[in-house]
Every structure is written in C-alpha cells, then in structure tokens.
C-alpha cells in the first residue's frame, strides 16, 4: 500500500541544486536577518517527515528562503504550497519551483507576524475544534528572533481559534533554537520549566523531534536547533482566557528560584496583597512553597480558575499591574522628598 503511494506521489523534476539556486540569484544570507540555510534535501525530507503525511495537504511555509524546505513539503505530495517569505530577494528562485510544480505554489512577499492567514486557504478544508486535524500544516524555519514572539502569537490565535486556527486545529511543525525547544516541552520539575513550557503544553501536545547540529546549516549558526511539532488540544487544560493564564504564569517565573507564592503576591495590589495569596493558594489547593518549575498545568489550571473567579468579583484587579504600583510609589517618594529639600534652606546650601 505505502509502495504503491509513493509510485503515485508527484515528484519535482530535476532543478539546480540549492547551493547553485544561492549562487544564481546571489543570495548570500543577511546576517542581520539570522538566515541560516539548509541545503541537504535529506535534512529538510528528515524535518517533513515530522509534520505526518502532507500527501494531498495545505501547507503553508514561513520563511522558505532558497526553498530546501519546500521542495521537500512537495516532494511529500503536498497539493497546495503557500510560501510567505520577507526577503525579496528570494522570489525569483521560489518562482523557479513554482514553474516546476504546475497549480501547486503560491507565493506571498510578506511578513509572518501580520500576514492573514484565516484568508488564505478554501473554508472547505475546515473542520470542527473537536474533529480530528485538518489537512493544513504549517512549517518553518525561521530565524530565532520570529520563532519565538511568532509561536506566541499563534498560541493565543490557538487558544481563541482565529489566524491559522480557524480552520480547526492546524498542525505546526517548526524549528526553535535547541534551549527554546527543550523550555517549550520541558516536564514538570525539570531545569528548562518556563513560561513557554506551560503556555505550549497547556494548548497543545508538543514534541521535540530531533536536533539538528549548527554545522548543517549555512552559514553555520552559533547554536543548535530543535525541530518542535504542536498538535492543538481539543479540550485546551486550562479553560480560561489566553491573556490571564499568560499574566499568571508570567508572575509566576519572574521569580524563578523563589517559592511560587512570592510571584504570585505580585498579582495583587499592596493593600490586601497577603490575604489574596493566601485565599487563591487556599482555595487552588497548591502549596506556597513549591518552586515555579515545580507546578503541574494542574497546578496552573487550579490557580488560574481561582485567579478568574477573583477577577471577575474585582473587575480592576485583572488591569492590576505591580510595576506601575511600584513606579508610582517611587514617583511620590522623589517628589516627596524633592519638596522636603525645598523646605529646608541649610540642607539646599550643602547641596
Ligand atoms: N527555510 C529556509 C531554509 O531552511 O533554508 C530559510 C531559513 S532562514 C533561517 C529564515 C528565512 O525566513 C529567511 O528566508 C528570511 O528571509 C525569512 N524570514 C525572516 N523573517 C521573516 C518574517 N517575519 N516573515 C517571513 N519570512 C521571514
């Protein structure tokens, strides 16, 4: 069954190699934008492989660059390849593939973080939240600074189902550098437990997949990378607004090596800051002193759906920000103390 697929599937004729397609268009990689390529069409196949069976798919690609990647999402038989590449300069080589792959490629010059992508494939392709994925994926590899604000972003298009999630739960398979991508499925207790460990884990089942060393990319990045493949939850663990779980959790790591009700606190303002900790540790069931790497998404489901009944009898407390408590209490300390100084000619003279 599976030989008789593959006798079937489309294959792209024969083109200039990705290194001769670089030299073509003189595509030497921009430091400044963090392009690192990949030229081994068995790397980017071995990087595919993890998105499950594209034969037939949607596919949208971020930052295909000279396009290794794509050639390898159509050799998979995807059926509709949409590109989104910032870089102008490599068109002309995706136009190239485009020629090779008759009605399969479309190409957008475009920035990832504002492009629409809820307008860019047929509703037909859409299925129920709770139905099995649809046949949409979205693949990448891109630089380190998009990678990560990007999978924020498209967590919380996740959590609400807009963006690339409106078609139901469309499937990601990205590259993050290795660190991020050990924080991004890092089990409870473990070293790399962070924010993005509970914000992934909490939407979505999240593998790391395999590293690929720095030295198969080129120019060769100082780092090592990590291919992540998210598969959204039907039922999210946590069911609150995307916003107060990212505030919760964000509290919670700024103090990372201090017990978890310290980050906590500082979700309250000053005046009955102690009383609230207490009640929402209380009524969560979670004990003030585990560490914040130490707390289950149970943990973050329990505190969260306190923290919610919380916000919604006091409507000002989830706009509660400690920073600008603390900023205008210092504000009124120097302005205190700028008026003292005033007051007081012998302390002036000195000055
Ligand atoms: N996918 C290619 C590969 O694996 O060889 C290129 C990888 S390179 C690390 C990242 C690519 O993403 C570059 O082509 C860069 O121009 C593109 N890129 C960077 N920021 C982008 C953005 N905000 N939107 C779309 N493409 C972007």
Redesign the pocket.
């Known amino acids: 069954m599976a030989a008789s697929g593959k006798m079937t599937s489309f294959r792209l004729p024969p083109l200039p190699t990705?290194r001769e397609i670089i030299k073509l268009y003189n595509l030497r990689?921009?430091r400044q934008?963090?392009?690192?390529?990949?030229?081994d069409l068995r790397l980017?196949d071995k990087i595919i492989h993890q998105a499950g069976n594209l034969k037939n798919a949607c596919v949208c690609?971020?930052?295909?660059?000279?396009?290794?990647?794509?050639r390898s999402i159509l050799n998979a038989g995807a059926a509709d390849l949409l590109v989104?590449?910032?870089?102008k300069r490599?068109i002309p080589g995706l136009e190239l593939l485009s020629e090779a792959a008759p009605g399969k490629v479309r190409i957008v010059h475009?920035?990832?973080?504002t492009?629409r992508m809820d307008q860019s494939f047929p509703t037909h392709i859409a299925k129920k939240w709770e139905d099995e994925p649809p046949d949409l994926h979205i693949i990448?590899?891109?630089?380190f600074?998009?990678s990560t604000p990007?999978i924020v972003q498209w967590l919380e298009q996740m959590a609400n189902r807009s963006g690339p999630f409106v078609f139901g739960r469309t499937r990601l398979t990205l590259?993050f550098q290795k660190e991020v991508a050990e924080r991004l499925t890092a089990s409870t207790g473990s070293r790399q437990r962070s924010r993005l460990s509970i914000m992934a884990q909490y939407l979505c089942t999240v593998k790391n997949c395999f590293t690929i060393p720095g030295r198969a990319?080129v120019p060769k990045p100082d780092v090592d990378v990590g291919v992540v493949h998210f598969t959204p939850l039907a039922q999210p663990q946590i069911q609150q607004p995307f916003k107060l779980v990212e505030k919760l959790v964000k509290n919670v790591f700024q103090f990372r090596g201090k017990h978890c009700h310290k980050g906590l606190e500082m979700l309250f303002p000053e005046v009955d800051r102690l009383d609230l900790t207490e009640e929402l540790l209380r009524s969560a069931d979670v004990d003030p002193t585990l560490r914040p790497a130490q707390l289950s998404i149970g943990h973050f489901r329990a505190l969260a759906e306190v923290y919610g009944k919380l916000c919604r009898e006091n409507s000002e407390l989830i706009g509660y920000d400690f920073r600008v408590e603390l900023r205008q209490k210092h504000q009124s300390q120097r302005r205190r103390s700028k008026e003292l100084h005033s007051q007081h000619p012998l302390k002036k003279e000195k000055c």
């Open positions: 990705i990689a921009q934008l963090s392009q690192n390529f990949l030229l980017t690609e971020v930052g295909p660059g000279p396009g290794g990647l794509s989104v590449e910032k870089d490599f475009g920035d990832i973080l492009y990448g590899n891109l630089p600074s998009v990007l590259t990319f």
